[in-house]
T-cell receptor
Framework: NAGVMQNPRHLVRRRGQEARLRCSPMKGHSHVYWYRQLPEEGLKFMVYLQKENIIDESGMPKERFSAEFPKEGPSILRIQQVVRGDSAAYFC????????????FGDGTRLSIL | GENVEQHPSTLSVQEGDSAVIKCTYSDSASNYFPWYKQELGKGPQLIIDIRSNVGEKKDQRIAVTLNKTAKHFSLHITETQPEDSAVYFCAAGPGGNNRLAFGKGNQVVVIP
């Protein structure tokens, strides 16, 4: 019973490049959440998606960041024209569609900007 | 928005003793309070959660208590073992499928 799968585990980009982070939710889960974690900090909410819909993007920067969760395939968090401040661990969580369900996390993508 | 604070930031306990971590939250609309354990290089792992309609929940050596009036909740780990050493995060949210607000985490060190 596979958990939330994120790839790549580590990603290195130079300033100005694009970063694409992928998240496959647990089987049967249709809700996906993205969080960002800076060193020695808690997780900060970025965006909540259901299949083909963005439900809450209030935690995501208005520029350079976008997220999608298509009908088929993983959810993608995309960061364009990366800057040093984007260096962080990005975690994805998923939950079931029924009622009050807990969020289960993947092992994250560690993004480093040179 | 919701603001969650955790105390203490670091906690060292002797193996076999109990560890208690406290969190406070600010938004009275929060109804769901999960605790996560994070080991180095891994993602947060849900260890226990509580909803606002109960005051306490237990699962083997782990328990969580909730005081909605005072807006605080605590994680209790009894008979600590070296494998309990990790960073523990509390979180709060309105329940349902919704965003969570996390505390900054507690580093728990269990000394053998």
């Amino acid at each position: 019973n596979a958990g939330v799968m994120q790839n790549p585990r580590h990603l290195v980009r130079r300033r100005g490049q694009e970063a694409r982070l992928r998240c496959s939710p647990m089987k049967g889960h249709s809700h996906v959440y993205w969080y960002r974690q800076l060193p020695e900090e808690g997780l900060k909410f970025m965006v909540y998606l259901q299949k083909e819909n963005i439900i809450d993007e209030s935690g995501m920067p208005k520029e350079r960041f976008s997220a999608e969760f298509p009908k088929e395939g993983p959810s993608i968090l995309r960061i364009q024209q990366v800057v040093r401040g984007d260096s962080a661990a990005y975690f994805c969580a998923s939950s079931l569609d029924v009622g009050d369900q807990p969020q289960h996390f993947g092992d994250g993508t560690r993004l480093s900007i040179l | 928005g919701e603001n969650v604070e955790q105390h203490p930031s670091t906690l060292s306990v002797q193996e076999g003793d109990s560890a208690v971590i406290k969190c406070t939250y600010s938004d009275s609309a929060s109804n769901y309070f999960p605790w996560y354990k994070q080991e180095l290089g891994k993602g947060p792992q849900l260890i226990i959660d509580i909803r606002s309609n109960v005051g306490e929940k237990k699962d083997q050596r782990i328990a969580v208590t909730l005081n909605k009036t005072a807006k605080h909740f605590s994680l209790h780990i009894t008979e600590t073992q070296p494998e309990d050493s990790a960073v523990y995060f509390c979180a709060a949210g309105p329940g349902g499928n919704n965003r969570l607000a996390f505390g900054k985490g507690n580093q728990v060190v269990v000394i053998p």
